[in-house]
């Protein structure tokens, strides 16, 4: 692949596109956030729902800014350049594209949206990416990476001009393959316009982020845009479960007009297929993984049925790009996953303890009936719904616990700015509808050590909710909580006795 070059772009390049301005100012970056404005800077003065960007419009001035991006007219006597725009996101979005050269376009860039599975299916795609010998870049929930480098991740998807920004780095460092997740506010903020996706992938869609969209159809509404083309140019290819209803109606309307669809399925007829699944806690996952250009047995350190579907999406994808059914199988064989993803909290006790990120009431589903399948004594659930999100989701999550947990503990996520009991309330309207014996308890540190002090032999008890995260949110408040820590201390203390 052709390599980006070292030279800035003039704005007359940026502004190709977007709207005339002065094109004889250079310009060296892109950025909404005026702490990253600097001599050459283009600054996007956007309007959020809480901050305007226009209220720093003469601070990245004095930092050198050559330009501001506005939906709005220039404020009397200004004299720099001024591009009035109708969308700055969007132009945003376009002119991050073009003055760092395009990256999308020089490397193969893999985005990956769904409600469940996004940010396993990203690290599975980076780990079969380097067992084919390609140098991979991410960009998840948890971390941003270039190869071994690695940075804690700000949020899911990034700005449009952040994410330029970083595939330009992966460029530079040798990488021939990223792989990003794409929300669906992401997209619906245009966070992903002028990406170039070699492939996309839909893992699912289930309840999630009504708040925001509304309704189920503008939710899958906003998933379809990173497929159709709405964005920039359509992917590649595009790779869909078709096991889920939304998928194999986007994969449908996407063959309808002609687009390439790879599908997976661990239940109907597809491109790829598992079939002889088999799940255990100590030993991880194996299935037969069928495709097109051939079967392989394959062995995961991953647990459930739920990772299988991200095994086939990444493994789609890997196989689209070239590399082979060997890599593949080793790639899949040496990826743990991400953390906090049915994440086992290493004990010697009698029982398991699992960390798990599942905060919907499908993710909620999908781990306690994996948690059954490999448990002959009890479930022991430990849930909560965060605060200022979804509030459609918290009944059907308690009714989810109930009917699938032998014990079921209602606890807080990261409440915010509600109350944790008005929570907890919302969430057991759902679990008395089960006659499930629970517990409700506020202090989620207090709700881990009952539910370990309640475990006996051969039971599981699952926390659920925060898995990787290493923070609680009270009111305005961000505090260290790390449900693997206090499991591990709940433990410590248990085991002692």
């Given amino acids: 692949m052709d390599k980006i070059g070292t030279d800035i772009g003039t704005l007359s390049q940026v502004v190709n596109g977007i709207l005339l301005g002065d094109q004889t100012l250079r310009v060296s970056d892109v950025t909404h956030d005026s702490r990253q404005a600097r001599e050459g800077t283009l600054f996007a003065a956007i309007k959020g729902a809480t901050v305007d960007g226009h209220r720093f419009i003469d601070d990245v001035l004095r930092r050198g800014a050559v330009g501001i991006i506005s939906e709005y007219d220039p404020p009397a006597g200004f004299s720099g350049a001024w591009l009035k725009v109708p969308d700055a996101r969007v132009a945003l979005a376009k002119a991050a594209s073009v003055i760092n050269g395009n990256p999308s376009h020089h490397l193969d860039l893999v985005g990956i949206t769904g409600t469940n599975g996004k940010t396993t299916t990203t690290y599975l795609c980076f780990a079969l990416a380097e067992a084919a010998g390609v140098k991979p870049a991410m960009l998840t929930t948890v971390e941003y990476r270039i190869g071994d480098e690695s940075e804690e991740a700000v949020r899911t998807t990034p700005e449009a001009s952040d994410t330029n920004r970083f595939l330009r780095r992966a460029v530079a460092a040798g990488c021939g393959f990223a792989a990003m997740e794409a929300s669906s506010q992401a997209i619906d903020l245009h966070r992903c316009d002028w990406l170039w996706f070699r492939i996309a992938i839909f893992t699912n869609l289930t309840?999630?982020?009504?708040?925001?969209?509304?309704?189920?159809?503008?939710?899958?509404?906003?998933?379809?845009?990173?497929?159709?083309?709405?964005?920039?140019?359509?992917?590649?290819?595009?790779?869909?479960?078709?096991?889920?209803?939304?998928?194999?109606?986007?994969?449908?309307?996407?063959?309808?007009?002609?687009?390439?669809?790879?599908?997976?399925?661990?239940?109907?007829?597809?491109?790829?297929?598992?079939?002889?699944?088999?799940?255990?806690?100590?030993?991880?996952?194996?299935?037969?993984?069928?495709?097109?250009k051939g079967e392989r047995a394959i062995t995961s350190p991953l647990v459930g049925r739920p990772h299988v579907y991200n095994m086939l999406a990444a493994s789609a994808a890997a196989l689209e790009l070239g590399y082979d059914l060997d890599s593949v199988a080793v790639g899949l064989s040496k990826c743990v996953g991400a953390p906090g993803r049915f994440?086992?909290?290493?004990?010697?006790?009698?029982?398991?303890?699992?960390?798990?990120?599942?905060?919907?009431?499908?993710?909620?589903?999908?781990?306690?009936?994996?948690?059954?399948?490999?448990?002959?004594?009890?479930?022991?659930?430990?849930?909560?719904?965060?605060?200022?999100?979804?509030?459609?989701?918290?009944?059907?999550?308690?009714?989810?616990?109930?009917?699938?947990?032998?014990?079921?503990?209602?606890?807080?996520?990261?409440?915010?700015?509600?109350?944790?009991?008005?929570?907890?309330?919302?969430?057991?309207?759902?679990?008395?509808?089960?006659?499930?014996?629970?517990?409700?308890?506020?202090?989620?540190?207090?709700?881990?050590g009952r539910a370990v002090s309640l475990a006996e032999?051969?039971?599981?008890?699952?926390?659920?909710?925060?898995?990787?995260?290493?923070?609680?949110?009270?009111?305005?408040?961000?505090?260290?909580?790390?449900?693997?820590?206090?499991?591990l201390a709940a433990l410590s203390e248990k085991l002692e006795k």
């Avoid at 159709?228 to 140019?233: A, P, S, T």
């Avoid at 399948?373 to 459609?392: A, E, N």
């Avoid at 009944?395 to 009991?421: H, V």
């Fill in 207 to 292: 309840r999630d982020h009504l708040d925001y969209h509304g309704t189920m159809e503008s939710y899958f509404d906003a998933k379809k845009k990173l497929f159709d083309g709405r964005l920039g140019d359509k992917p590649g290819t595009a790779v869909i479960n078709i096991d889920d209803e939304w998928g194999a109606r986007l994969a449908d309307e996407l063959s309808e007009k002609g687009q390439r669809v790879l599908t997976f399925s661990q239940e109907l007829d597809a491109d790829l297929t598992a079939e002889n699944i088999e799940v255990s806690l100590l030993t991880g996952t194996s299935f037969l993984l069928k495709t097109k």
């Fill in 343 to 448: 994440e086992r909290v290493p004990h010697d006790g009698n029982f398991a303890v699992v960390v798990d990120y599942a905060h919907t009431d499908d993710a909620l589903l999908n781990t306690l009936r994996t948690a059954r399948q490999l448990t002959d004594g009890r479930l022991i659930t430990v849930f909560g719904c965060g605060g200022d999100r979804d509030k459609t989701k918290r009944a059907p999550m308690g009714r989810i616990a109930g009917e699938n947990s032998d014990i079921a503990i209602i606890t807080s996520d990261n409440p915010r700015t509600e109350n944790p009991l008005t929570i907890i309330n919302e969430v057991e309207v759902g679990l008395k509808e089960t006659g499930t014996e629970y517990l409700a308890i506020s202090d989620r540190r207090e709700a881990i």
């Fill in 457 to 487: 032999e051969g039971d599981v008890v699952i926390i659920a909710g925060k898995g990787h995260e290493t923070y609680q949110i009270v009111g305005a408040e961000k505090f260290h909580f790390d449900d693997r820590e206090v499991a």
